[in-house]
């Protein structure tokens, strides 16, 4: 551990999604924005070794690091703000903590001691909390803690920040992220759920040192002092954390605040410069004030819980913005689009991205939309499952193999164009032992992929059990679909496009995981400007 690292512990009370994420990364794009050096971590209560085996409905996408972590979307939002990569040390689950114990029970470590939550528990969480200052000398890790206070769950995390609070008594700082409700049958704000959440923390011995109140109306001075008075807290340390339009406006809110301030003198840190938030405010502008508007259809099989396809959306985003265009993303569930009203739900749009996935549901609606995307000429976009959608359907509506499908859906398919990857064969777990993490691409020059890249090597994200069934691809070249991508160690065929349709690309790596607000992806930026021609060509 840096011997100047500070840390800084955000946590929630009253209700769950007040937005501890989006808190934790708009100070930490403030302080970088300063000159520090910072990271966040996120805490993850749940005994889950990680998100990779829950059902989106239960936790929204699951994000994968370069490093191959499956982790909470939480860490997509790190690198969207901050423009630096997360690791499997960024997100840690009370699952992954309770395994290094018992393991170590295991070996011997404990030397044939009674394991216990206290000492054994909390100082696993202190070492990985600290672990990414040993990594990397950062001058901040922020360590986002999920649930709320009072959670039966938390508890092991709330211990293990009063230790280190103790420990580390000046280089520790705590933010509590609480809630402050409008009851429009009285006419007023109510803060009484923040100070019941602040007694419940103090309960457990830890005192926030920053209040950051989720409201919907301003918090006039007043009110401030009364909350500060009841909760031991200085009265320019409760923030108002007010709802915003998007999540890229809540670093501003929160600079108007004077929240980064704030935490550096409470760490005994120079303020240095203002944020230079210049970059940050001109994709503001461009995000409110955009020169055109596009349709997108979105097509998946979660798409009740739009978290589920929380990169690609925001993806869509910073391509939107990168083109001055506002994109209407029209969320359609592929269980409900059949070849007979697949040209009513399309045929507004000016482009059809048809997201990840796994399992049977909804592989019929993805074929026929993909089907209309290629005959109509419309701009596609398949991502992973999307992409070997479009293999299906050029095989069997090109190729003329009716029966063509995935062995992950028809595992006795005489025409096999998806295939099982040699290596996930012998897998009987499912959690960690996909294809997971960050790998190198080689582009064919003169692809459309190759241009919006502009390079010929690549490296992306995966998250994949099954591949292109490389027996076929002399066929599909042939018929004008072509392998564009290829890993050059195993062969994996890692992008596909049809050279004569304005712009049909399929990856079966997940691009939207590397899109930030400084940087957004190519390939996002090239679909919406190809959307953008449709709709300028066909009206």
């Known amino acids: ?50 998100p990779g085996t829950l059902n989106p409905y239960e936790h929204g996408e699951c994000y994968v690091t370069d490093d191959g972590a499956e982790t909470d979307l939480d860490l997509g939002h790190y690198e969207r703000f901050l423009n630096v990569p997360t690791s499997q040390a960024n997100n840690i689950t009370t699952g992954r903590i309770y395994k290094n114990v018992i393991e170590k029970e295991r070996r011997g470590d404990y030397l044939g001691k009674t394991v216990q939550v206290i000492p054994h528990i909390t100082n696993e969480i202190k070492e990985r909390i600290k672990e990414l200052s040993e990594q990397y000398p950062y001058d901040i890790v922020i ?21 280190m609070m103790w420990e580390l008594e000046d280089d520790c700082l705590v933010i509590h992220l609480t809630l402050i409700p409008y009851l429009s049958a009285a006419g007023e704000l109510k803060t009484k759920p923040t100070q019941h959440s602040v007694k419940a923390l103090l309960e457990l011995g830890v005192q926030p040192d920053v209040l950051c109140c989720r409201t919907e109306h301003p918090l006039d001075f007043e009110l401030r002092k009364k909350i500060a008075r009841f909760t031991n807290v200085t009265i320019n340390a409760v923030i108002e954390a007010r709802d915003a339009s998007t999540i890229y406006e809540v670093p501003l809110f929160l600079q108007a605040e004077e929240l980064d301030s704030v935490v550096l003198d409470k760490l005994g840190l120079s303020k240095g410069n203002p944020p230079n938030l210049d970059h940050w405010k001109e994709f503001l502008d461009k995000l409110n004030n955009p020169t055109f508007e596009i349709n997108i259809a979105l097509i998946g099989k979660y798409v ?19 083109n001055n265009a506002k994109i209407k993303v029209h969320w359609i569930q592929s269980e409900n689009v059949t070849a007979k009203n697949v040209q009513e739900l399309l045929t507004e749009m000016h482009g059809i991205l048809v997201a990840p996935g796994f399992g049977s549901r909804g592989i019929a609606g993805k074929i026929e939309a993909i089907r209309f995307a290629r005959e109509t000429g419309v701009p596609f976009f398949g991502i992973c499952l999307g992409m070997q959608c479009a293999v299906i359907e050029f095989a069997r509506n090109v190729l003329g193999l009716s029966d063509a499908h995935t062995t992950e859906i028809d595992p006795d398919s005489k025409h096999p164009v998806i295939s099982m990857m040699e290596g996930q064969k012998k897998q009987s777990n499912f959690g960690g032992t996909m294809r997971l993490g960050g790998f190198s691409c080689q582009l064919k020059p003169g692809s459309k992929i190759y241009r919006a890249y502009q390079s010929d090597q690549i490296r992306e994200r995966h998250r994949h059990r099954y591949e292109f069934n490389n027996d076929y691809l002399a066929a599909f070249e042939k018929s004008g679909m072509t392998g564009i991508g290829k890993n050059m160690e195993s062969g994996l065929i890692e992008a596909i496009e049809i050279s004569n349709h304005p712009w049909f690309i399929g990856v079966q790596y997940h691009p939207e995981y590397k899109s930030t607000v400084v940087n957004p992806h190519p390939l996002f930026v090239s679909f919406i400007q190809a959307a953008l021609q449709q709709k300028s060509t066909n009206g």
Do not use: C, W
Not at 25 to 37: F, M, N, T, V, W
Not at 143 to 163: K, M, N
Not at 304 to 318: F, P, R
């Open 1 to 50: 551990m840096s011997n100047n690292t500070k840390f800084i512990f955000v946590t929630g009370g009253v209700t769950s999604s007040l937005g501890k994420g989006i808190v934790s990364a708009s100070l930490a794009k403030l302080l970088q924005s300063r000159g520090y050096s910072v990271t966040i971590q996120k805490l993850d209560p749940y005994i889950n070794i990680d």
């Open 143 to 163: 360590t986002e803690i999920g649930g709320t206070v009072g959670d039966i769950e938390s508890l092991p995390y709330i211990e293990a920040v009063r230790q």
């Open 304 to 322: 009740e819980l739009k978290d589920s396809y929380k990169s690609i959306t925001e993806a869509i985003i910073h391509g939107g913005v990168a």
